[in-house]
């Protein structure tokens, strides 16, 4: 994990590892000054001697100058690296992405892959820059002061070594036990904020029922929860504060006492006492300081797994070594195909499936909702691929063709489908970047998305917002069948394309694509026994199986399911959709 | 209606961060007072004990610092003297003084805990209470607050708001008193141990605030960059993710790459340049913390030689003349130099604070703006009572008879009169719009007499659920009336309004909860009974028995792991168990296919029979049996009858139906 992340620094390695460089130079430089302080006082003030002042107080001057340079430096460096870092990070994971199929995404789920690329690679950037200063800088200057203060008197050093290790112990108990309170308090706390969540989107069933008090007790109970496990696990965390203090007035304490006896017995100077007493806070502090970073490392680390997910994903569906770049014609054969989304289910989505369908033939599929249609129809232009047997488009395994060339002349209007910001031709252009103008006209008029885009203000140039919530569902659905048209596709697949479409609108666009684009094989699942009952021939899935395969009159004849829609949906006993006319 | 789930991403950056630019608030001041105000209400004397405890411990840290000076000059200096003239050296009023010192120390580390764990009390008291508030709050608001507010903005109050502001109550606060505190002390004992240096370590500070003032303006400007590009990148994400279905069956991840290689170069650079800004701040002022150490102790070395020894030279004359000012001794000049650490610290850390408070801020504005929405009114005085029959008169009893009844207190006349609940809905004229100025209904007239269905069909947008929002009061109409049982809405009590109206939502809505408990949603003290014969009556008992805990299973997250068609099953049976006498199903069966919406029709049929029914349906089996169809079209009913008047008058109905245009326009 850490290594893949680490990997993605790339240019950036260079600057990653001298800014905690820098950052050494800094912390020498300061751990420096206390040493010529005593110095100062030791020879300067209590010799007398004005010069030794000014010379060693400039040569201070100097010291702290360095450090700030290098300080500067090192801010600049680890900035950058972190910055640099994310920036790779981001790539690496978007580019992988790219590479995803279907159901790597459907792995991931959108809103996973959102949160990776944007809130997870902020706080490993956050976490990078913490490690690159401070896990850098705290136990550095801990090291350098521990030495100096060796270096000045082994025995008051030895006072501060016992001193950290008393604090160690105790901060690494304490953060132990607290981490482990905190990560259930998250928990809780999580639970809290999605209940909140699940009031405001369910206000209105709130309050249709008058339920408000109701929830107010629920969350009042839960808040309460929260409450007392906040305050036990903090109170812990209180007591680190007031800890710290202890260890270090027991320090300053024993070493003034000690400091006294020696300088006395002419062991030691004052000012190197008081040089002492600079480094015993340092020492600390830095110690605090190391904690602090093991804190933000284990935040950051749940980030860390999540992007390194992502970018070592491998994509289940690969080009074949030699592929075809030419789908010959639009027929397509199902080969004792069976298919699951998770290779290890025990029931497939869809068991046996033998069809054959000719160039040309425009086929309906009708089935209950969860009978596996849209399974089907993903099958064809390679979006999942096969558990066993094969299907062919062309005479010629799906798997054996260039993937960008087969989605290329194989076109799928999925279910849940989404125009992309910017304008009505932006979006049009997805199917064929080189369309022209009359080109995306022509597609826009076999979808009948032509006559409300001529209405809007802009016409083509219309602005289309994010998710397309500018345009209804139904103007929507046309405008991606019309974009799909734009590939001039060999095979056209509509998964529910035309549900929010009119009955009248749906019927003109059907026979559009006759009029047309004859030679197009054409797959219509639908909801609407209309928008099936006149193609070539329909089938009828039912729980992942092929109920029927025929045409309107023969399976009327002898498919009860398909009678029994037909029947619900038309004649005497009508039932019709009431949808959005054009 | 039906809004796409999309993710969002929060607005909010990186908290807290140094050198961020501060948001903009009105009244910080005032904002300021309400919030401390809002701490104070519960835990008043909570926080007098912490201001104690800082002052104590503040105190106690300047006392063992001053100690230094003390053991050097008072102590080590005279014992060393007498060491070094053969005396013999007693250590007994050293161990008195440090024994005095100890106790301080212990005194301060005892505030200091004491101050710590009562804070743990009013941070999280206080965020509790106001957590409570804000929810209590958020449930009475009207519907309208829901509709104009994004539901990720309301969110955010809760998680990012709440957690600046616990960040602010359990430490800025706190740390804010404890500097100025601090600073104030410090500054007082430096000028008592030697105003020179004073001025010097003042200077110095000048000069640091100056420097870091200069800094964080110009990292504030690349932060304000990299806030925008770090938004029009997660925009792309957002964007791009949600659609990336699209994008592999297009073959555009060349383009998409390309794209979001530009954005995130962008981000690139003004984010390395803002935190390079930022992050140069801390060595800035850390060195110019030394500087100022080494200047004092320049300063000082020199005073302290004056005052120790005369060396008669020229500089020694302008030294002791500056010595005037304060004699400075060894001691003395240690316990500075710490002081002068301690000095500069808390400066710094009050600008940090600074920064992190006013974000705060902002976040306890969009809390107390939340706080400050006006609540839902209600001004209804006739409310729903269980009644009785006796000797032909309805009276008012505690018992469940499963009979209800308006009881309505005339003012004028001082008398009450009981109204059996039938369910009869009539609208006169209603005219109604979000906003005065865009009305989105008009001159609606309709009666449903009890027990009748009235079916609403008409394209998107054409006001059908908005018909139904109104009969419930969720939003109030501009013009015309509403009467239920012929008392105007307006009169009903809100609550008992509602609980008399049943409704199935397009979008459904679960609690996490078992399935039991979103059923008992209706009726909270259904027996087990109850709920499995709504559930039958919905027709949902075979698949929650298949379920792998029944009725027991848990429902999380608006009940994922069910099918879109299960969860309506659900809500129709929560409608039933409520049993009320009119109800409204707005495209309640819309994702349940044809066929298992025909084993659900009828326990839809019998949910219906016998109340009044408001539908809201595309499918014409749902709707032809109705005994009214008003058909709408941009806020208007244009045709009304039965299904066969409607369709021997080929107009919009008709053309609906056959999908065929209409003979007659």
Known sequence: MVKTILSQLKEFKLIAITAPLWMVGEVICEMI???????????GVSGGDMGYIVRTGLFMLFVAVLGLICGCMGGYSRSKAAAGLSRNLRKAMHDNIQTFSF?????????????????????????????????????????????????????????????????????????????????????????????????????????????????????????????????????????????????????ILLISWMGAHMIVAGSLSTGTLMSLLTYCMNILMSLMMVSMVFVMITMSEASARRVSEVINEKSDLTDPDVPVYEVKDGSIVFDHVDFAYDR?????????????????????????????????????????????????????????????????????????????????????????????????????????????????????????????????GGQKQRLCIARALLKKPKVLILDDSTSAVDTATDAIIRNAFIRELPSMTRLI????????????????????????????????????????VYESQTGANADADFDEPA | MAEEKVVKVGGHGGRGMRGMPRPKIDNPGKLFVRLIKAVMENYTVHLIVVVACI?????????????????????????????????????????????????FYAIGIAAAFIQAWTMVYVTQGTLKNLRIRLFEHMESLPIKYFDTNAHGDIMSVYTNDIDTLRQMISQSLPQLLNSAITIVSVLGSMIILNIPLTFVTLFMVAVMLFVSGKVTKMSGKNFIAQQKNLGTLNGFIEEMMNGEKVVKVFCHE????????????????????????????????????????????????????????TTGTGVAFLLALIGLFGSLSVGSLASFLT??????????????????????????????????????????YVTLVNAKMENGEITETDEHTGKWAWKHYHKAEGTTDYKPLMGDVTFNDVDFGYNDDKMVLHNIVLHARPGQKIALVGTTGAGKTTITNLINRFYDIQDGKIRYDNINVNKICKKDLRRSLGIVLQETHLFTGTVADNIRYGKLDATDEEVIAAAKLANADGFIRRLPN???????????NLSQGQRQLLAIARAAIADPPVLILDEATSSIDTRTEKLVQDGMDKLMSGRTTFVIAHRLSTIRNSDCILVMEQGRIIERGSHEELLDKKGKYYQLYTGKKAETA
């Open chain 2, 550 to 560: 029944g009725y027991d299973t848990q429902l999380t997250g608006d009940g994922a």
């Open chain 1, 344 to 472: 290890n289910a025990d029931e497939p989505v869809l068991k046996d499936i033998n069809l054959s369908i000719n160039s040309g033939e425009s086929i309906g599929i009708i089935g209950a909702t969860g009978s596996a249609k849209s399974s089907l129809v993903s099958l064809i232009s390679r979006l999942y691929d096969v558990t066993k047997g094969a299907v062919k488009v062309g005479g010629l395994d799906v798997r054996d063709y260039n993937m960008e060339a087969l989605r290329n002349q194989v076109a799928v209007v999925l279910q849940k489908n989404e125009l992309f910001s910017g304008s009505i031709y932006d979006n049009l252009r997805w199917g064929n970047p080189e369309a022209t103008d009359e080109d995306c006209r022509w597609a826009a008029k076999l979808a009948c998305a032509d006559e409300f885009v001529e209405k809007m203000p802009q016409g083509y140039n219309t602005y289309i917002e994010q998710g397309g919530s500018n345009v209804s």
């Open chain 2, 339 to 380: 002081f002068n650490k301690n000095f500069s610290m808390p400066v710094n850390q009050v600008s940090m604070q600074l920064n992190s408070i006013i974000m705060a801020l902002a976040g306890a504005d969009r809390v107390f703006r939340l706080l400050d929405q006006e609540p839902e009114t209600d001004e209804g």
């Open chain 1, 103 to 251: 159901s790597n995404i459907d792995k991931f789920s959108t809103s996973g892959l959102v949160t990776r690329l944007t809130t997870d690679v902020t706080n490993i950037q956050n976490s990078f820059m913490m490690i690159l200063s401070m896990a850098v800088r705290a136990p550095m200057s801990m090291i350098v002061a521990m030495a100096m203060s060796f270096y000045l008197s082994p025995r008051i050093a030895t006072v501060y070594l016992i001193a950290v290790i008393f604090l160690m112990l105790v901060i690494g108990l304490f953060m132990k036990s607290t981490m482990v309170y905190f990560k259930q308090v998250f928990e809780k706390y999580d639970k809290l904020n999605e209940s909140v969540q699940e009031n405001v989107s369910a206000i209105r069933v709130v309050k249709a029922y008058v339920r408000e008090e109701h929830e107010d007790n629920k969350f009042e109970k839960a808040a309460t929860a929260i409450y007392s496990m906040f305050v036990k696990a903090e109170k812990r965390v209180a007591i680190a504060g007031p800890l710290m203090m202890f260890t270090v007035y027991s320090c």
């Open chain 1, 525 to 564: 699942i639908a909801q609407r026994i209309s928008s099936v009952m006149e193609c070539d021939r329909i089938i009828v899935m039912d729980n992942g199986k092929v109920a029927d395969f025929g045409s309107h009159e023969e399976l009327l004849g002898r498919c009860s399911i398909y009678s029994e």
């Open chain 2, 55 to 103: 002052l104590i411990s503040v105190f106690a840290n300047i006392q063992g610092t001053l100690f230094t000076r003390t053991l050097i000059d008072a102590y080590i200096e005279p014992l060393s003297k007498a060491a070094r003239a053969g005396e013999a050296v007693d250590y007994g009023p050293l161990a008195i003084a440090m024994l005095r010192v100890a106790c």
């Open chain 1, 33 to 43: 000054i206390p040493i010529l302080m005593g110095h100062m006082v030791d020879i």
């Open chain 2, 254 to 309: 060349k383009q998409a790459v390309e794209e979001f290689d530009r954005y995130n170069e962008a981000l690139y650079e003004s984010a390395y340049k803002a935190n390079a800004f930022s992050s140069i701040l801390m060595p800035i002022n850390a060195q110019l913390g030394n500087v100022s150490y080494v200047m004092c102790t320049i300063v000082g070395g020199a005073l302290a030689l004056t005052t120790s020894e």
